[in-house]
């Protein structure tokens, strides 16, 4: 093949992306404009900043984290003010904060460039995730990557933390294992997991289908190269800046039940046990009873469910057990709900409860303390109409996932006479262990 008949493929291969990749950067602009109330000021207040529905951790952490001054793990301020996150996502503030410092002389102003340009590099990110997603789900299901690109929960959600830059490695890990590129698959695992903590649910949902097809060396290599990278991004901090670095684990382990969780209903309405126990363990429990649900399923399933299945599975039953569950955390699940089972209707469902969710939030801490605006917020059973309309909304959906486990026929993906557009190794891999098998 010659140099133009190569460009001339490439080319041919990326029109059919051009589309959803201008939709995706339509999507990360319209992210930006829900935002501008609080962008011209409106940060300043806090009552405004609830009510028009603009709140980000971005702007609010370079001052509350002292990213004018010093840098991540490497602080010297007291050990609840270091950085809460995986260091992935402490370097990229670090990074952007030393532009900001660079370009503007003013506090303020560097916040204000903090946030502009961290908004830019999640922008980026989205356009990235939508169009790896897209190439994950393959040429028959391409357009399903819309959801991601532009659904008004991600709109909402886009900028309120860091979660797109790790929605863009998972989406990049899932891609390169589709390709059977196994140690890029694990390279871009470590480094989601050393982003923001939830893909470390996909290393058990690839485990149980590599249980079930014995397909051990891809999922070994994938499993070592993934520890390899989080390990060469954390040793350094590990040795040089312990105490911040730790902060993040200690931060998960010790946090209390906060917004969103089901914990937090059975607390305020005094549940015996789920109300009252320790929710660490409460928690810890539940998502392993559910996680050995899943397993069952997988392996017990007449035909191997799709990989993309088992990681919605697995995460979803990672949010609902957890003891916070952000609004922006909507954007680690829409690519898996979408790719394990696009259709429209529970998509559509549950898109309304996470925007119900999003406005209910704001709303309900508007008339919390410290600002104690009743007049302007919502009260406890309100809100709570929120928490359990995500709750059930993504039950449902993984309802169907599970009977589309069960019914294969009923697959949406699978009716297009595909076996796993997302399984790599998996894809048209025999059974090599089921329970059905030891029963016998």
């Given at each position: 093949?010659?140099?133009?008949?190569?460009?001339?493929t490439?080319?041919?291969?990326?029109?059919?992306?051009?589309?959803?990749?201008?939709?995706?950067?339509?999507?990360?602009?319209?992210?930006?404009?829900?935002?501008?109330?609080?962008?011209?000021?409106?940060?300043?207040?806090?009552v405004?900043?609830?009510?028009?529905?603009?709140?980000?951790?971005?702007?609010?952490?370079?001052?509350?984290?002292e990213?004018?001054?010093q840098?991540?793990?490497?602080?010297?301020?007291?050990?609840?003010?270091?950085?809460?996150?995986?260091?992935?996502?402490?370097?990229?503030?670090?990074?952007?904060?030393?532009?900001?410092?660079?370009?503007?002389?003013?506090?303020?102003?560097?916040?204000?460039?903090?946030?502009?340009?961290?908004?830019v590099?999640?922008?980026?990110s989205?356009?990235?995730?939508?169009?790896?997603?897209?190439?994950?789900?393959?040429?028959?299901?391409?357009?399903?990557?819309?959801?991601?690109?532009?659904?008004?929960a991600?709109v909402?959600?886009?900028?309120?933390?860091?979660?797109?830059?790790?929605?863009?490695?998972?989406?990049?890990?899932?891609?390169?294992?589709?390709?059977?590129?196994?140690?890029?698959?694990?390279?871009?695992?470590?480094?989601?997991?050393?982003?923001?903590?939830?893909?470390?649910?996909?290393?058990?949902?690839?485990?149980?289908?590599?249980?079930?097809?014995?397909?051990?060396r891809?999922?070994?290599?994938?499993?070592?190269?993934?520890?390899?990278?989080?390990?060469?991004?954390?040793?350094?901090?590990?040795?040089?800046?312990?105490?911040?670095?730790?902060?993040?684990?200690?931060?998960?382990?010790?946090?209390?039940?906060?917004?969103?969780?089901?914990?937090?209903?059975?607390?305020?309405k005094?549940?015996?046990?789920?109300?009252?126990?320790?929710?660490?363990?409460?928690?810890?429990?539940?998502?392993?009873?559910?996680?050995?649900?899943?397993?069952?399923?997988?392996?017990?399933?007449?035909?191997?469910?799709?990989?993309?299945q088992?990681?919605?599975?697995?995460?979803?039953?990672?949010?609902?057990?957890?003891?916070?569950?952000?609004?922006?955390?909507?954007?680690?699940?829409?690519?898996?709900?979408?790719?394990?089972?696009?259709?429209?209707?529970?998509?559509?469902?549950?898109?309304?409860a996470e925007?119900?969710?999003?406005?209910?939030?704001?709303?309900?801490?508007?008339?919390?303390?410290?600002?104690?605006?009743?007049?302007l917020?919502?009260?406890?059973?309100?809100?709570?109409?929120?928490?359990?309309?995500?709750?059930?909304?993504?039950?449902?959906?993984?309802?169907?996932?599970?009977?589309?486990?069960?019914?294969?026929?009923?697959?949406?993906?699978?009716?297009?006479?595909?076996?796993?557009?997302?399984?790599?190794?998996?894809?048209?891999?025999?059974?090599?262990?089921?329970?059905a098998?030891?029963?016998?």
């Amino acid at each position: 093949m010659t140099s133009t008949e190569a460009r001339a493929t490439w080319v041919t291969r990326a029109v059919p992306y051009l589309p959803l990749g201008l939709i995706a950067a339509l999507g990360a602009s319209l992210a930006y404009v829900v935002r501008l109330p609080c962008r011209t000021g409106g940060w300043n207040d806090q009552v405004t900043t609830y009510t028009n529905f603009c709140y980000t951790d971005i702007y609010p952490l370079y001052f509350d984290r002292e990213l004018a001054t010093q840098n991540p793990y490497f602080a010297q301020v007291p050990f609840d003010k270091q950085v809460e996150y995986p260091v992935v996502l402490g370097e990229v503030m670090q990074v952007i904060s030393w532009i900001s410092r660079a370009l503007e002389p003013d506090r303020v102003a560097q916040a204000v460039r903090f946030y502009d340009l961290t908004v830019v590099l999640l922008g980026v990110s989205l356009v990235i995730g939508v169009l790896l997603m897209a190439a994950v789900a393959g040429p028959t299901r391409r357009w399903d990557a819309l959801w991601y690109a532009i659904s008004p929960a991600v709109v909402l959600a886009a900028y309120i933390n860091w979660d797109l830059v790790a929605g863009a490695l998972s989406m990049g890990m899932l891609l390169a294992w589709k390709q059977q590129r196994q140690v890029m698959a694990g390279v871009l695992l470590g480094l989601a997991i050393a982003t923001k903590f939830y893909p470390l649910m996909f290393v058990g949902a690839l485990f149980l289908l590599t249980l079930r097809t014995a397909r051990w060396r891809p999922f070994l290599v994938t499993s070592a190269a993934a520890a390899g990278a989080w390990l060469a991004v954390n040793l350094p901090f590990m040795i040089f800046a312990w105490d911040g670095w730790r902060r993040f684990y200690v931060f998960s382990e010790e946090r209390g039940v906060d917004w969103g969780s089901a914990w937090l209903f059975f607390q305020n309405k005094g549940w015996p046990v789920l109300g009252s126990g320790d929710v660490s363990v409460l928690g810890m429990a539940s998502l392993v009873i559910l996680c050995a649900g899943i397993a069952v399923l997988t392996l017990a399933a007449p035909r191997r469910p799709r990989l993309a299945q088992i990681c919605f599975l697995a995460l979803a039953a990672f949010m609902m057990t957890n003891k916070v569950w952000s609004p922006q955390f909507v954007l680690w699940l829409v690519p898996l709900a979408v790719l394990a089972r696009p259709n429209w209707k529970p998509l559509v469902l549950w898109q309304l409860a996470e925007i119900w969710y999003f406005v209910a939030i704001w709303l309900y801490l508007v008339g919390q303390s410290p600002l104690d605006r009743d007049d302007l917020g919502i009260g406890d059973d309100t809100y709570f109409t929120a928490v359990w309309g995500r709750i059930i909304t993504i039950g449902i959906m993984m309802a169907f996932v599970v009977r589309d486990i069960l019914r294969p026929e009923k697959d949406t993906v699978r009716q297009a006479g595909i076996d796993d557009q997302t399984g790599g190794v998996f894809d048209g891999a025999p059974d090599r262990f089921t329970l059905a098998a030891l029963v016998r």
